[in-house]
């Protein structure tokens, strides 16, 4: 075990503006929160190929000098957008880069959801169907029945940030209507859906996991 204080190095897109807050709000004492961001003007898949191609790995040198501890690359899709193997691939490149231990969110998502014991899996993302597609692949190429997925169809990530509780609670109301499953995950560390927890266990009646959470959550434990 490590001992404080502790560096936690971010990689985020560059026009997510809830991963930040989520964390700092959480982080334990003793730990600090240091980013670096990868430039993102859509989230689709097009744009998310040019942040993985061209910003993730200055990125993540950029953060080499101040020596974190440990950095979290903070993209769900974009982590699942070309399989899990190319996932595996990209954090150790990532890691070489920042000389850190590298936590990909989708793959400590995959984790958590793995440790619940859950076998059917409601997902809601806020995506367009261009990405929805790679986090069912990403899930159930890990063993993760999804019995049910509904995204909102969002491509402006500043909007995804902007969408309303309610229309994340009902979304998950929506899916359990639809579906009989053990659990629920609720996707993007731009989606504001961290503060939920709470909400979306009581309206889903479901153990939840969310990006924001499972990604911190394997931080820490990474240190």
């Given amino acids: 075990m490590h001992t404080c204080p ?7 897109p560059s026009t997510n503006t809830v991963m930040e807050p989520d964390f700092y709000r959480r982080l334990p004492a003793g730990w600090s929160l240091h980013t670096a961001r990868m430039l993102l003007d859509a989230v689709t898949p097009e744009a998310e190929a040019r942040m993985l191609d061209e910003y993730a790995l200055p990125a993540a040198h950029s953060l080499a000098g101040l020596r974190p501890d440990v950095v979290v690359f903070g993209c769900t899709s974009a982590g699942a957008l070309r399989g899990n193997a190319f996932e595996a691939e990209l954090v150790r490149r990532l890691s070489a880069q920042c000389g ?13 959801m793995r440790d619940l014991g859950a076998r059917r899996w409601l997902v809601l993302t806020p995506y367009v169907d261009a990405l ?4 069912r692949a990403s899930l159930e190429a890990d063993g993760l029945e999804v019995a049910a997925l509904a995204g909102l169809g969002i491509s402006d990530n ?12 009902e979304g998950a109301r929506a899916l359990v209507r639809q579906a009989d499953a053990d ?9 504001p859906a961290f503060d939920l927890w709470e909400a979306l266990s009581q309206v889903s009646g479901l153990p939840v ?5 499972a990604a911190l959550q394997a931080a820490l434990a990474a240190v």
């Fill in 209 to 213: 996991v969310t990006s924001n959470q």
């Fill in 158 to 169: 500043t909007h995804i940030a902007a969408v309303p509780p309610e229309v994340i609670l």
């Fill in 100 to 112: 850190a231990p590298v936590v990909s969110v989708a793959q400590a998502v995959r984790q958590q």
């Fill in 183 to 191: 659990a629920l995950f609720v996707s993007c560390t731009n989606f």
């Fill in 6 to 12: 502790c560096r936690l190095g971010l990689l985020v």
């Fill in 132 to 135: 929805n597609g790679p986090i």
